[in-house]
Structure formats: structure tokens, C-alpha cells
T-cell receptor, first 115, second 110 residues
Framework: ETGVTQTPRHLVMGMTNKKSLKCEQH?????MYWYKQSAKKPLELMFV???????ENNSVPSRFSPECPNSSHLFLHLHTLQPEDSALYLC??????????????FGPGTRLTVL | LAKTTQPISMDSYEGQEVNITCSHN???????ITWYQQFPSQGPRFIIQ???TKVTNEVASLFIPADRKSSTLSLPRVSLSDTAVYYC???????????FGKGTSLLVTP
């Protein structure tokens, strides 16, 4: 257990559905991240939040909408997804130590399938 | 961000020592070197981190030469459960963007 939980662990949705992925960290960290991992591809950083403010958005399509209501919770709202969005979505958190190496702790991921 | 290069895959037998080398020629002065391990359908897990010379913990050792342009992750006496993808990352906290790359896929067989 890394102290980062994600729900649901598996999700199947149609292209017209709206769903949300949830991430919660119990580590007292200040930064939270969403990554996407497609089959046989490197992890792609999607969004970064630091103290509930979005600090990075790596050209992610608007059909993915993040929300960070507090430093312990992170959501990824999904709507009108495409089959190519099927992937493992990983949440991570870190202490956010300015100027120092910052270890990220990952959740188990949500396996998303878009039909 | 410093670019890293590591072997795509490695094979080993149980009980052997495995050394995975990562090249990072344009490492910056304030960059740390961090290794993560990832099992299928799970999130990466931090293994070890270092800045220079040698670091050892209960899982692995990390060797970093004086010029810091490469690093070697050493896994002593691997078991089947060490079969995973190992990522070498170089960076500091600025920008948050950890570049995981493709990693090294290690297969341990009996």
C-alpha cells in the first residue's frame, strides 16, 4: 500500500457516457498528478496540481477535466471519450519539495475501456 | 529535462545480481537520479534515489560515477518477483514533469 487509493479500479464506458475517476492520498502531500499509460507506451503526464492549483496541463484534450477540491483528493472527469482513450490512468502524489528531488507515490490505477 | 537512455530489456536467472545502467549525459547540477519499478497493471513504485557516489537500501544499490553522466541500479540476488519494468529518471522538482521513458523490462526466470 502506497497511501494513494484510486476508484474505481476498472471502468467500462461508452463514448457518450460521463464518468469520474477518483484519487485520494493519505500521505499529507501537497502535489497530485494524473498520468495516462497506454499499452506499450511510456507514462504520459496529464495534469499536475500543487496546493490545489493546476500547475501543469500537458496538452490534454478537453474531454478530460481534472478537479482538485483539496490537497488530498483529485478527480478526473471524463466525457465523450474515444476508444483510443482506453488506458491505465494513474494518480500520484508527492511532498512537493521545492528545489529538491521529489519522490512520487502512485496509486494502483484505473483500467479504463472505452467502447 | 535530462534525457535518459537505458536498455529496453534484460534477462536474468534467479539468484543472480542484475545491473541496469542508465545514461544521462546532460544531467544538470541540481538533478537527482531516481529509479522506479512497475509491475503490470500497477503504478510505479519508488526504489532508490541518489545524487552522487553510492546509495544502498534494503532493495537495491545505486552507483553513480563522479561525472554523473550515468548510473547503475544493482539488484542483488533477483527472484521471480523482481520481473518488472525499471525506470531511470533524472530531474529536480522544477517543472514536475518526470519523464519515465520506456524503461527496462527485466525478466527473471528459474
Amino acid at each position: 500500500e502506497t497511501g494513494v487509493t484510486q476508484t474505481p479500479r476498472h471502468l467500462v464506458m461508452g463514448m457518450t457516457n460521463k464518468k469520474s475517476l477518483k484519487c485520494e492520498q493519505h500521505l499529507g502531500h501537497n502535489a497530485m498528478y494524473w498520468y495516462k499509460q497506454s499499452a506499450k507506451k511510456p507514462l504520459e503526464l496529464m495534469f499536475v496540481y500543487s496546493l490545489e492549483e493546476r500547475v501543469e496541463n500537458n496538452s490534454v484534450p478537453s474531454r478530460f477535466s481534472p478537479e482538485c477540491p483539496n490537497s488530498s483528493h483529485l478527480f478526473l472527469h471524463l466525457h465523450t471519450l474515444q476508444p483510443e482513450d482506453s488506458a491505465l490512468y494513474l494518480c500520484a502524489s508527492s511532498q512537493d519539495m521545492q528545489g529538491m528531488a521529489d519522490t512520487q507515490y502512485f496509486g494502483p490505477g484505473t483500467r479504463l475501456t472505452v467502447l | 529535462l535530462a534525457k535518459t537512455t537505458q536498455p529496453i530489456s534484460m534477462d536474468s536467472y534467479e539468484g543472480q545480481e542484475v545491473n541496469i545502467t542508465c545514461s544521462h549525459n546532460n544531467i544538470a547540477t541540481n538533478d537527482y537520479i531516481t529509479w522506479y519499478q512497475q509491475f503490470p497493471s500497477q503504478g510505479p513504485r519508488f526504489i532508490i534515489q541518489g545524487y552522487k557516489t553510492k546509495v544502498t537500501n534494503e532493495v537495491a544499490s545505486l552507483f553513480i560515477p563522479a561525472d554523473r553522466k550515468s548510473s547503475t541500479l544493482s539488484l542483488p540476488r533477483v527472484s521471480l518477483s523482481d520481473t518488472a519494468v525499471y525506470y531511470c529518471l533524472v530531474g529536480a522538482n522544477s517543472g514536475y514533469a518526470l519523464n519515465f521513458g520506456k524503461g527496462t523490462s527485466l525478466l527473471v526466470t528459474p
